[in-house]
Every structure is written in C-alpha cells, then in structure tokens.
C-alpha cells in the first residue's frame, strides 16, 4: 500500500455538533429575551397611545381657544363645529374629521357653563377601557395642571 492510497480519506471534515444540551440552552435564551422584550414593547405601544392622546386632546384646546378668539369668547357647543368651515373657508381644526382618540373612540367636550367656576372647555378620553375611572384617562384638565 502506497503512502497516497492512506490518506484519501473522503468524508468531510469533523464539524462541531450542537446536542440536546446545546439546543435547549439556546431555547431557554430565546424565552429569555422573549419575556423581557414583548412586555417592555407593549408598554411602548401603550405609552406611544396615551401621548397621541395627550398631543390630540392639547391640539383640539388650541383649536377651542382659537374659535372662542373668532367668536367673541364663545366657544361651540360640539366638537364637530371646529371642523366645520366658516364663511371664509378657514377651518379652527384642520382634519375634515374630529379625531378619534387612539382606541377609535369620541374625545369627549363639555364647553364651560355660565355660572360654573370653570372658565376653560373640558376635553377629554377615557383611555383604552373606554370607562371614566383608572389610570389610563386622559384629561385637558390634568394636562393644564402639569
């Protein structure tokens, strides 16, 4: 036997091999980052609403103000008026549309009340639940204080 015929050996070379142990080591990594990612995007998504909110319900007050300024201190009676355009053309809010708050649902308006201590319109969302209470509200009120 030659010395060439020795070493022709035709399988590949050794590579390295992941077993159970490496699998599911790997496994457990990726449920890791799963659990820790997915919780932290979703209070994202959550946040990400409640700051459309904040920017539409601050955005509609300006609007508000803008209208009492064209109307002589008076402010409409709905929402809808903002959007409505006057003898010129000129709209106080420029979607065609009131917007809805960011889970699809009316912002709620309550212009100020003669007699009411409250001297500036009321506006606001009840959050994602739709239901007034909790900590998901967004309110102009809250957002004038602070």
């Keep these: 036997m030659s010395v060439d015929e020795e070493n022709t050996d035709t399988r590949p070379p050794r590579q390295a091999k992941i077993g159970c142990i490496g699998w599911a080591a790997l496994f ?3 449920v890791s980052l799963v659990t820790w990612v997915v919780p932290n995007q979703m209070d994202l998504v959550t946040y990400s609403a409640k700051e459309c909110a904040r920017r539409d319900i601050a955005e509609i007050t300006r609007a508000l ?6 109307h002589a201190g008076k402010f409409p009676r709905t929402l809808v008026e903002l959007v409505l355009p006057d003898a010129n053309g000129h709209r106080h809010l420029t979607p065609l549309q009131v917007p809805r708050d960011p889970w699809k649902n009316e912002y709620h308006y309550e212009p100020p009340s003669a007699g009411s201590s409250e001297l500036l319109p009321h506006v606001w969302s ?3 639940d739709g ?3 909790g900590d ?3 309110d102009s009120r809250a957002l004038e204080d602070g």
């Design 126 to 128: 009840y959050g994602k």
């Design 28 to 30: 457990v990594i990726a």
């Design 136 to 138: 998901d509200d967004i």
């Design 131 to 133: 239901q007034p209470g």
């Design 65 to 70: 103000d803008a209208f009492a300024a064209d």
